[in-house]
């Protein structure tokens, strides 16, 4: 049958039922070679990461940096809420990672950690506040 992957809305053919990415987006579990389900994880983080990031215009919202999108990230601009990372426990639906990353603003490690020296980081409850010398 054939189905839109809800990650890159793209069609692709499938046989299985409960399959709702495409094998570009989330690996290939069929394959019997170095595909590892730990590499397909790897893969489908991947492909939500880009995706979200299109979504957010595809650049930091600071300073426009585009070059690597490793060195984008996702910025609660609610700091009584945690940041959004990407790759730490398990992973999330598509919704889910998609509904979080839309809270965010798209910005680099660089324009990141600016905004947190001025804001301070958030450790529990309690907000403190960083001074650089
Ligand atoms: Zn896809
Ligand atoms: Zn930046
Ligand atoms: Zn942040």
Known sequence: MIKNCEICNEKFETNSST???CYKCSGDSSRKDNQSRKHQKTILRRSMKLQA???LGGKCCKCGYDKCIDALEFHHE???EKDFKL???NTMSWKDYKSEAMKCI????NCHKEIHSKI???YGNKRVMVEFI
């Open 78 to 80: 609610n700091q009584e």
């Open 87 to 89: 790759g730490s426990g």
């Open 106 to 109: 798209l910005v680099c490690s």
């Open 120 to 122: 301070g980081y958030v």
């Open 53 to 55: 990031v299109k979504l």
């Open 19 to 21: 399959r709702i990415y």
